[in-house]
């Protein structure tokens, strides 16, 4: 039987990366899959190759569009947030702050909002941060690392507000997540400890395990999960 029997998980965002892994491994654990973002045949052809999903075309980035989704996808259990996006900036052109404050602070924030009355005691939210969020940071990543240390605050702050209701929040913060994900390889051969790449797969089974009833004593942090490449830098 699989850790995630009788679950049902949303993953907003799915890439081809770690949204796909992600939904990927909790079927094999047994849960039901629903994925959303913008790209129709994206999701159609990463639903294809996992059993039991379902997908939803739709953009989240304000309250009433991430509502109109959260309403199309219906009934869930579990929730993760994957919406990505990438600008390099620095303090004097600032070009990225409005995108990464919207992609990776109010985005998840209106998702969590939308969702909530569909969660309940039991239920687990999984925001994904970055090492460069939450440990030393690039100094091209001006926005980028402030949007990614904001949503690790919220981890804590959404974990003691749902804490009553038997909701528990989590995060992890990659370090850098290598390619595509492909079901069924080898990707262990693909990295090696330390390495500050490694494929979807390596950050994907942390937080399929924070779904799981094993981690049901983890709430409100926010794991590093980069094969300890931070202590090299
Ligand atoms: N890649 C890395 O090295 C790395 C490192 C640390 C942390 N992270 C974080 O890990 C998560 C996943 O990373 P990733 O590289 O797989 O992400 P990604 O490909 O940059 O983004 C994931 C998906 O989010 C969807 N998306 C973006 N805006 C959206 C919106 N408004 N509504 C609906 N969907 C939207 C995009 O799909 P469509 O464009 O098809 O809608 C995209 O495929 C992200 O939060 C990222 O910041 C990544």
């Excluded at 309403?71 to 869930?76: Q, S, T």
């Excluded at 924030?109 to 941060?129: C, P």
């Amino acid at each position: 039987m699989g850790r995630l029997e009788g679950k049902k998980v949303f993953v907003v965002g799915t890439s081809k990366g770690l949204g796909y892994a992600i939904a990927y491994f909790s079927s094999i654990e047994g849960a039901e899959v629903i994925i959303n973002s913008r790209n129709e045949k994206k999701l159609k052809e990463i639903c294809e190759n996992i059993r039991n999903c379902k997908y939803f075309v739709g953009d989240v980035s304000t309250p009433q569009k991430a509502e109109e989704v959260i309403n199309k996808a219906g009934d869930f259990t579990d929730l993760v947030i994957t919406v990505g996006g990438y600008v390099e900036d620095k303090i004097d052109d600032l070009k990225g702050l409005d995108e990464m404050l919207t992609n990776h602070i109010k985005v998840p924030l209106y998702v969590v909002k939308s969702s909530l009355s569909r969660l309940r005691k039991g239920s687990t939210i999984v925001l994904i941060s970055a090492i460069r969020g939450i440990y030393t940071p690039l100094p091209f990543q001006l926005s980028y690392s402030i949007a990614k240390a904001g949503i690790a605050k919220a981890v804590e702050t959404l974990a003691s507000e749902l804490i009553d209701q038997g909701i528990r929040v989590v995060g992890i913060a990659p370090s850098v997540i290598d390619g595509e994900f492909v079901p069924g390889r080898d990707w262990k051969k693909m990295r090696k400890l330390g390495d500050f790449k490694a494929p979807p797969e390596d950050f994907a089974k942390v937080v399929v395990w924070l779904l799981t009833d094993e981690a049901e004593w983890i709430n409100g942090v926010v794991i590093p999960v980069d094969g300890g490449a931070r202590l090299r830098t």
